[in-house]
């Protein structure tokens, strides 16, 4: 074990630099820890030793945080008494920085010796836990380093000392964006808000912090709640204005979480209890709610989903061993929004992008979306004229097809009609050389259709972007019947190159992504029809973590575009099809204009801005609210059994062939309640069992739509978990 080493200068300071063998990032380890410990033990104990400053051996950083697959595993290794396992692992890793931190002092204060930490760049998670537990932190002038904790945005909080910590450094107002929000700052923005004591020139980083520790008195070295008459920074819970900011941060988590994630909760618990007590009490409170984080089975789900998972896909865990397939040049037919998106987030990628439309001014306006996109980030403060000069230069916006010569990828974004799309696809294949991979960007229309249009279609396949392409972070990729493996390779490298997140699928109508969603939007229809409560519905929804209720979705997506999908559905499935209940309020709406946000009218009413004025009274005078309403329990189970059973039936038809595309793609595709990190994860939290017994329990209630596919009954039988029955990549079997 090297993570870390210590070297003892001539000058009295200790350097224990902190570099992971391996790993272009430093992320600690559980075998890590007595390491650490070792090291400031022999420092604090060699009095030719007079401090000690912390570093990082990784250029540009100092660390990523804890590694996430050992927190996703501390549950499973902590014994046959897990709780009381994890907790004495936390108190053990308290007890580490709580030595960093008191440093050799005695009871009145005295005698420690300084520590300094010494950041060369970003200093996530446990990264800045460390260091806060430090007497000063020192950070080089690096714009591109990001200094935070960001636990909150995979299902945990900072349980190190972190949450604690900051809060009695900055207090809890101050302290709730980085803790709440997971908010991330350059050097100079966190040592404004106080996280950090100073940023130095890189190349005086080092000596810097030498300087400081062999400068440093007992004063300069006790943290403030170590010193009598400590007062926390804006008021303790008691204190008037404490109270105040107290009550504000439970509304604000709570609005935002509406209760669905257990970490926010847990995290404001172990800050407000944690501030009526010492400090070393409140560091047992904060190891208590975050063994109570790590024992919901929510965290480590999402950990998995949002890291592992995620993680796994981008790095290509389902590509074809092919050759390199690095896009160059890309062609993009269509300059409507979704085609400008694509243009945007593929020139910010460093590809040359030919972006074609019909008419002159299309064209030029789908390259102003990239132009008013810099402006927008140039006010920010976040790009510059150069950038957006350089970014502008490598959009070709024309109406000439001889331009795609060279292009190696072509993505055709242009109107949902197959005949339109045909022709491109003709128009295309005459220029492009033989080699080129083409690509239908469609959320609807079955890939190994379109692809009659090509005489080469191995090398057609579709890749489904989300809109607005530069705030989605989701990719899907859809085979085609004949789509061969280099186009499929093609595809991944692209998507990786835009820096998003790819899930492969198989062809079949509304793919993975709209197979699921579209059932959420019909469900939510559905009970408006039967007189459940619009605000029931949608409230249920965000109860479970959606960012929006299936009313409120369909809104934003229009609801004549709902109206098109249906009527195009039930021509292709003829007397199968399930959704006439659903037609019936699609059809009315859209009869009385009623076509969602962008007519400034649909569910919703709203104002002359387009802001939501509440639901619309014709609603509920089409069909009136039922005496009695279904509780809370039903309306969530609907919605959620709606999504996820489609899911399971993607995985039995070889749409989906790995569940980890199926949890991350929902959670990043539609929002899928992340807390449970997916729809596969969420019937393991379940149990198979119970969700085949609430299977039955829906279809005998509301119809055939719930009942339990033959694949989820196999597993309730046996009482199997998905994520136990199919490892890493395994197909349905």
Same mark, same amino acid.
Not at 331 to 357: F, R, T, Y
Not at 465 to 493: C, H, Q
């Given at each position: 074990?090297?993570?870390?080493?210590?070297?003892?200068?001539?000058?009295?300071?200790?350097?224990?630099?902190?570099?992971?063998?391996?790993?272009?990032?430093?992320?600690?380890?559980?075998?890590?820890?007595?390491?650490?410990?070792?090291?400031?033990?022999?420092?604090?104990?060699?009095?030719?030793?007079?401090?000690?400053?912390?570093?990082?051996?990784?250029?540009?950083?100092?660390?990523?945080?804890?590694?996430?697959?050992?927190?996703?595993?501390?549950?499973?290794?902590?014994?046959?008494?897990?709780?009381?396992?994890?907790?004495?692992?936390?108190?053990?890793?308290?007890?580490?920085?709580?030595?960093?931190?008191?440093?050799?002092?005695?009871?009145?204060?005295?005698?420690?010796?300084?520590?300094?930490?010494?950041?060369?760049?970003?200093?996530?998670?446990?990264?800045?836990?460390?260091?806060?537990?430090?007497?000063?932190?020192?950070?080089?002038?690096?714009?591109?380093?990001?200094?935070?904790?960001?636990?909150?945005?995979?299902?945990?909080?900072?349980?190190?000392?972190?949450?604690?910590?900051?809060?009695?450094?900055?207090?809890?107002?101050?302290?709730?964006?980085?803790?709440?929000?997971?908010?991330?700052?350059?050097?100079?923005?966190?040592?404004?808000?106080?996280?950090?004591?100073?940023?130095?020139?890189?190349?005086?980083?080092?000596?810097?912090?030498?300087?400081?520790?062999?400068?440093?008195?007992?004063?300069?070295?006790?943290?403030?709640?170590?010193?009598?008459?400590?007062?926390?920074?804006?008021?303790?819970?008691?204190?008037?204005?404490?109270?105040?900011?107290?009550?504000?941060?439970?509304?604000?988590?709570?609005?935002?979480?509406? *209760?669905?994630?257990? +970490?926010?909760? /847990? $995290?404001? %618990? #172990?800050?407000?209890?944690?501030?009526? @007590?010492?400090? !070393?009490?409140?560091?047992?409170?904060?190891?208590?709610?975050?063994?109570?984080?790590?024992?919901?089975?929510?965290?480590?789900?999402?950990?998995?989903?949002?890291?592992?998972?995620?993680?796994?896909?981008?790095?290509?865990?389902?590509?074809?061993?092919?050759?390199?397939?690095?896009?160059?040049?890309?062609?993009?037919?269509?300059? *409507?929004?979704?085609? +400008?998106?694509? /243009? $945007?987030? %593929? #020139?910010?990628?460093?590809?040359?992008? @030919?972006?074609? !439309?019909?008419?002159?001014?299309?064209?030029?306006?789908?390259?102003?979306?990239?132009?008013?996109?810099?402006?927008?980030?140039?006010?920010?403060?976040?790009?510059?004229?150069?950038?957006?000069?350089?970014?502008?230069?490598?959009?070709?916006?024309?109406?000439?097809?001889?331009?795609?010569?060279?292009?190696?990828?072509?993505?055709?974004?242009?109107?949902?009609?197959?005949?339109?799309?045909?022709?491109?696809?003709?128009?295309?294949?005459? @220029?492009?050389? !033989?080699?080129?991979?083409?690509?239908?960007?469609?959320?609807?229309?079955?890939?190994?259709?379109?692809?009659?249009?090509?005489?080469?279609?191995?090398?057609?396949?579709?890749?489904?972007?989300?809109?607005?392409?530069?705030?989605?972070?989701?990719?899907?990729?859809?085979?085609?019947?004949?789509?061969?493996?280099?186009?499929?390779?093609?595809?991944?490298?692209?998507?990786?190159?835009?820096?998003?997140?790819?899930?492969?699928?198989?062809?079949?109508?509304?793919?993975?992504?709209?197979?699921?969603?579209?059932?959420?939007?019909?469900?939510?229809?559905?009970?408006?029809?039967?007189?459940?409560?619009?605000?029931?519905?949608?409230?249920?929804?965000?109860?479970?973590?959606?960012?929006?209720?299936?009313?409120?979705?369909?809104?934003?997506?229009?609801?004549?575009?709902?109206?098109?999908?249906?009527?195009?559905?039930?021509?292709?499935?003829?007397?199968?099809?399930?959704?006439?209940?659903?037609?019936?309020?699609?059809?009315?709406?859209?009869?009385?204009?009623?076509?969602?946000?962008?007519?400034?009218?649909?569910?919703?009413?709203?104002?002359?801005?387009?802001?939501?004025?509440?639901?619309?009274?014709?609603?509920?005078?089409?069909?009136?609210?039922?005496?009695?309403?279904?509780?809370?329990?039903?309306?969530?189970?609907?919605?959620?059994?709606?999504?996820?059973?489609?899911?399971?039936?993607?995985?039995?038809?070889?749409?989906?062939?790995?569940?980890?595309?199926?949890?991350?793609?929902?959670?990043?595709?539609?929002?899928?309640?992340?807390?449970?990190?997916?729809?596969?994860?969420?019937?393991?939290?379940?149990?198979?069992?119970?969700?085949?017994?609430?299977?039955?329990?829906?279809?005998?209630?509301?119809?055939?739509?719930?009942?339990?596919?033959?694949?989820?009954?196999?597993?309730?039988?046996?009482?199997?978990?998905?994520?136990?029955?199919?490892?890493?990549?395994?197909?349905?079997?």
């Amino acid at each position: 074990m090297t993570d870390f080493t210590m070297e003892k200068g001539a000058d009295g300071v200790a350097v224990i630099t902190w570099d992971v063998p391996g790993k272009s990032m430093n992320v600690m380890s559980m075998e890590a820890w007595p390491l650490l410990e070792q090291l400031i033990d022999d420092a604090l104990a060699d009095e030719a030793v007079k401090g000690i400053v912390l570093t990082s051996g990784k250029e540009g950083s100092f660390a990523g945080g804890m590694d996430l697959n050992v927190i996703a595993k501390m549950k499973d290794m902590a014994g046959d008494d897990p709780a009381k396992g994890l907790f004495e692992g936390l108190m053990g890793m308290h007890a580490i920085l709580r030595k960093i931190e008191r440093a050799g002092m005695d009871e009145r204060n005295k005698g420690g010796k300084p520590i300094a930490a010494a950041l060369p760049g970003t200093a996530l998670g446990i990264g800045l836990e460390i260091p806060l537990a430090c007497h000063r932190i020192f950070a080089a002038d690096n714009p591109k380093a990001k200094i935070g904790l960001p636990e909150i945005m995979v299902g945990i909080f900072p349980g190190a000392g972190g949450t604690t910590r900051l809060v009695r450094k900055m207090g809890a107002m101050a302290a709730a964006p980085l803790l709440l929000e997971g908010k991330l700052n350059e050097p100079k923005k966190a040592k404004s808000a106080g996280v950090i004591d100073e940023v130095v020139p890189a190349e005086e980083l080092l000596e810097r912090a030498k300087a400081w520790v062999l400068e440093a008195t007992d004063k300069d070295i006790v943290k403030p709640w170590d010193e009598k008459g400590y007062k926390m920074p804006g008021g303790e819970p008691y204190h008037p204005a404490g109270f105040m900011t107290f009550v504000g941060a439970s509304a604000m988590v709570n609005g935002k979480t509406q *209760g669905a994630f257990p +970490a926010a909760k /847990a $995290l404001l %618990s #172990a800050v407000y209890e944690g501030a009526l @007590v010492p400090f !070393d009490t409140a560091l047992k409170i904060e190891a208590r709610w975050f063994t109570h984080v790590l024992m919901d089975p929510s965290s480590g789900a999402m950990i998995r989903s949002l890291f592992i998972n995620k993680e796994a896909l981008e790095k290509g865990a389902n590509r074809p061993d092919v050759a390199d397939q690095k896009v160059t040049k890309l062609g993009v037919m269509g300059a *409507g929004m979704m085609g +400008a998106g694509i /243009a $945007l987030v %593929s #020139a910010q990628a460093g590809i040359e992008v @030919v972006l074609i !439309d019909q008419e002159q001014a299309a064209a030029d306006r789908g390259k102003a979306y990239a132009a008013d996109y810099m402006d927008m980030g140039i006010k920010r403060g976040k790009a510059t004229e150069d950038k957006k000069t350089a970014l502008l230069e490598r959009i070709t916006a024309t109406t000439d097809y001889s331009a795609l010569k060279g292009c190696d990828l072509v993505i055709e974004a242009v109107f949902e009609d197959p005949g339109i799309k045909a022709e491109v696809t003709r128009k295309v294949l005459e @220029v492009v050389g !033989d080699d080129c991979i083409f690509a239908t960007n469609t959320s609807t229309l079955p890939i190994s259709e379109l692809a009659r249009a090509s005489d080469r279609p191995e090398q057609f396949i579709g890749i489904h972007f989300f809109s607005p392409v530069e705030k989605m972070y989701l990719v899907e990729i859809i085979k085609g019947a004949k789509t061969g493996e280099r186009a499929v390779a093609k595809a991944l490298d692209y998507v990786r190159q835009i820096r998003k997140t790819p899930i492969v699928v198989n062809d079949a109508r509304f793919f993975y992504a709209n197979r699921c969603i579209i059932p959420y939007i019909n469900e939510g229809i559905r009970m408006v029809a039967e007189g459940v409560a619009p605000a029931l519905i949608d409230n249920a929804a965000r109860q479970l973590g959606f960012p929006v209720g299936p009313l409120q979705l369909v809104d934003e997506t229009s609801i004549d575009l709902g109206a098109k999908i249906a009527r195009a559905t039930k021509a292709a499935m003829g007397d199968a099809y399930p959704d006439a209940a659903v037609d019936e309020v699609i059809f009315w709406m859209e009869s009385e204009g009623r076509l969602g946000r962008k007519a400034n009218a649909g569910f919703f009413d709203y104002d002359d801005k387009g802001k939501r004025q509440g639901y619309w009274p014709g609603l509920a005078a089409q069909y009136p609210l039922a005496e009695e309403q279904p509780d809370l329990t039903t309306v969530q189970h609907r919605l959620m059994f709606a999504q996820v059973l489609e899911a399971v039936r993607a995985l039995e038809d070889g749409v989906l062939e790995d569940i980890r595309e199926g949890d991350v793609g929902a959670i990043l595709g539609w929002g899928f309640a992340p807390w449970s990190g997916g729809p596969f994860s969420w019937l393991d939290i379940i149990g198979t069992p119970y969700a085949a017994e609430r299977c039955d329990a829906l279809e005998a209630a509301h119809g055939p739509r719930f009942a339990c596919p033959a694949l989820l009954r196999e597993m309730a039988d046996k009482n199997q978990s998905f994520y136990k029955r199919f490892d890493s990549g395994a197909k349905a079997a």
